[in-house]
């Protein structure tokens, strides 16, 4: 659909939140996982298309190592993930980038592997980045086991008993990954080689397909294990407390570039969801079917909020913090608040004054949830054209382009930069293992390296050198002189005039200060593909869960029907 | 020998290495993808680009960037005392894109590297929907918002200088040659410099950038 032209709900850009407050660093390190995540787009349509599922390859010796094929079939194509499990001995587990070998490693295929293919992965998969992999593999990922939830299970079920429900739950995942790259990536097929395809054009379905496959295969092999140690005397895992399994994930600062690197996805993907937000606020009544639905979701949420656990002292204040609001909240809709007029914006804009950012955010997510229907498109409004993004219109006068620094980028503008604690940070790409590192500016070496991220830092330069520049030309020359003049500019400008039409395209806080927290920037990504539990280890680095809850392949999809030789 | 690197990878690769010889963020972001795009048409951009910004390395902008007559931009655009940049001098033309459209002819006097000057003023035809023919020596290519066309003698496509290049607004053709989206095979000596060139962009690693990118807990849990 065409996102901007055919918007069924007009009346709803009279509640939609601006910009400058949603791209604050402190509310979007309050996002939760919505139903436009990421994760639950893929799931609707893998079950929307009844797409069948197989295991055409299982080859795993009793301790669990081997390989395994997950396929799953849709109407047009294929896919498989290929999984290899290893020995990995505990002194070398680690969820760090800089880590060499892991538990298990993964590739998604585009098709079904051959036996020459699977020899070929074989030789390449468990190097991971230090492997090569081609245009018939979509995305190369791996995962650690967590080998406190990971023993404990195969002993209980070895035994024929079941796992501890609190132990189970406090972990919530049996492997994490640890990295998921696709789009090129070391050999990967590349995004233009997908993007076309309507089953994987939405941000990420072949990396977070790959996630839930990785999730069957974990709990596959658990099982397989636990049956080899046990023999006849093996369980299986109980329906219920499987389902409460999902796959973790450990990310460091290495997802948080892709925020800055973006500009037009992110904007489309913050656009979709503040749309589908004001849809919701522009209702003006609630059906009974909807406050209930709404209620279910509530107490949904309620409950994850009571199994979210952390032990970081950011996390652990904001979790009281929403412990308070879902409390404030339940008052609120036991009362008869739900039957007024508009009453999704009167519930935010109550939000607005009495919760906390964790707790408006879990509103907003929340009132989607009985809406379906109203906002489910927009999932189709997320991905992005990002060409159309690159290319910089010269023809654009000085003034214009002076006159959206000052209607667009007055929360650059306003930081005083000559202030150390407003540069104090430096992003840069460490030599060590390639990746995204914040840097102390006048305390460590490295800063002639920096990445070009600060942007509210570029936005200010930009003003002041285009303000000078004014002095001595005509403000009605085009831009592109100036960018002759002043090519340090160009990266600079080409995001400012992308803020035209994408309003929502950069984060409007300074990500170079002193006080900065690079887990917002995670936590607003994940939130995107569906994570829950967010759970920081440090400023710089997360855990959260994927796919807690939601369906197994082969509760989901029909298993293949074999054909008959 | 040859090798294959995605096209994700040329273009990342490219606008480092562009950084690493001293062009700006913006410009090495040009650079980057006009290595891509010829490398998606299996031309031998990026080899190219690698000679060129090697040739470049450490030099003066000013020295390369085009003049522009004060009068009109009809006038030939030239370099103050080196072969005009193909990547700044693209970028520029690309920049300008509108005064294409509006039927004027950009000319340029002793360009270095034609082919990448045309990959990179070849990025702007999609987003305004227009196809852009640049011609050098005795072959023309045209760029398309899908595509390309290439008429006259295909060896003039890899010339490290021309003297005379026109760009210009064309109609009514249709691209012969489609974008690629898989790998392309670059010589892997010309691969190891990319690599060695790019690595100049990051920094060393100290202890303190250890210590605070990882979790500093256990992950055996």
Request: hydrophobic fraction near 40%.
């Amino acid at each position: 659909m065409n996102c901007t032209d055919q918007n069924p709900v007009p009346e709803a850009a009279n509640f939609r939140r601006p910009a400058e407050v949603v791209m604050r660093l402190a509310r979007m390190g309050s996002f939760h996982q919505t139903r436009l995540s990421f994760m639950r787009t893929l799931l609707r349509r893998l079950k929307n298309e009844q797409w069948t599922f197989d295991k055409p390859v299982w080859e795993v010796d009793g301790d669990g190592f081997g390989r395994a094929v997950y396929s799953v079939i849709g109407p047009v194509r294929t896919y498989s993930l290929v999984a290899f499990s290893h020995y990995l001995p505990d002194e070398m587990r680690s969820d760090r980038v800089i880590a060499t070998a892991w538990d298990a490693t993964f590739t998604l295929f585009d098709g079904v592997p051959t036996t020459a293919d699977l020899d070929r992965l074989e030789k390449n998969v468990p190097k991971q980045e230090a492997g090569r992999i081609s245009d018939s593999e979509i995305s190369l990922s791996r995962a650690n086991r967590s080998v406190r939830l990971w023993n404990h299970v195969i002993e209980k079920l070895s035994i024929g008993e079941q796992p501890d429900r609190e132990q189970l739950e406090s972990v919530g995942y049996l492997v994490r990954t640890t990295a998921v790259y696709g789009s090129g990536k070391f050999g990967a097929a590349d995004r233009l080689t997908i993007c076309d395809r309507p089953e994987l054009s939405g941000p990420f379905q072949a990396e977070l397909l790959s996630v839930w496959l990785t999730r069957a295969f974990a709990i596959d092999l658990v099982e397989h294990i636990a049956q080899s140690v046990g023999g006849d005397k093996a369980a299986v895992i109980a329906p219920d407390l499987r389902k409460r399994i999902g796959v973790g994930n450990s990310t460091g600062l290495g997802m948080a570039p892709f925020l800055f690197n973006h500009p037009a996805l992110i904007n489309n993907w913050m656009m979709a969801r503040e749309e589908a937000i004001a849809r919701v606020r522009a209702v003006n009544k609630a059906s009974a079917a909807e406050v209930t639905e709404f209620v279910t979701s509530f107490e949904r949420a309620k409950f994850n909020f009571s199994n979210w656990n952390t032990v970081h002292k950011i996390q652990l204040e904001k979790l009281a913090s929403l412990g308070d609001d879902l409390e404030k909240m339940s008052v609120y809709i036991s009362t008869e608040n739900l039957n007024f007029d508009y009453p999704w914006d009167r519930f935010y804009q109550w939000a607005e004054q009495h919760l906390s950012l964790e707790g408006q955010e879990q509103l907003v997510s929340l009132i989607l949830e009985p809406y379906g229907e109203l906002v489910d498109d927009l999932t189709g409004c997320m991905d992005a054209d990002e060409h159309l993004s690159f290319i910089i219109d010269g023809s654009m006068t000085v003034a214009e382009t002076l006159n959206i620094l000052d209607l667009q980028c007055q929360w650059a503008l306003s930081i005083d930069f000559d202030q150390p604690e407003s540069q104090a940070r430096f992003w840069y790409t460490s030599a060590e293992k390639l990746e995204p590192r914040v840097g102390e500016r006048f305390n460590e070496p490295g800063e002639e390296y920096e990445s070009p991220y600060g942007i509210g830092f570029y936005i200010s330069q930009l003003n002041k050198t285009l303000l000078g520049w004014t002095e001595t030309h005509s403000d009605q020359k085009p831009i592109a002189d100036f960018l002759l003049a002043h090519p340090e500019h160009r990266h600079t400008l080409r995001r400012v005039q992308n803020l035209k039409n994408r309003p929502y395209a950069e984060v409007q806080d300074n990500v170079i200060a002193s006080d900065m927290l690079p887990i917002d920037l995670l936590r607003c990504k994940l939130s995107f593909f569906g994570a829950t539990k967010f759970d920081p280890r440090s400023d710089r680095w997360v855990r959260i869960c994927m796919y807690q809850d939601c369906p197994h392949p082969d509760e989901l999809l029909a298993r293949k029907i074999p054909v008959l030789a | 020998m040859k090798q294959k690197q995605t096209l994700v990878e040329i273009e990342g690769y490219f606008r480092k290495v562009a950084r690493a010889v001293g062009l700006h963020w913006g410009l090495a972001e040009e650079a980057g993808k006009a290595a891509r795009w010829l490398a998606a048409f299996d031309l031998p951009g990026p080899e190219l680009m690698l000679s060129h910004l090697q040739n470049i390395e450490g030099k003066d902008y000013e020295q390369f960037k085009p003049i522009i007559g004060s009068d009109s931009i009809n006038a030939h655009w030239q370099a103050n005392d080196q072969t005009l940049c193909p990547i700044i001098t693209g970028a520029a033309i690309a920049d300008r894109a509108k005064f294409l459209l509006n039927g004027h002819t950009i000319s340029l006097v002793s360009a270095a590297y034609p082919i990448l000057l045309a990959a990179t003023i070849g990025q702007a035809t999609r987003s305004h929907n227009m196809v852009i023919t640049i011609s050098w020596a005795n072959v023309k290519l045209s760029c398309y918002g899908n595509g390309i066309r290439i008429e006259g003698d295909r060896k003039d496509l890899w010339l490290d200088k021309t003297e005379f290049v026109s760009c210009q607004q064309t109609f009514d053709t249709l691209p012969e040659q489609l974008p690629s989206t898989l790998s392309y095979s670059i010589d892997s000596e010309a691969w190891k410099i990319v690599d060695q060139l790019a690595f100049r962009t990051y920094a060393p690693a100290t202890e303190e950038s250890r210590a605070g990118a990882g979790a500093g807990l256990t992950d055996n849990d």
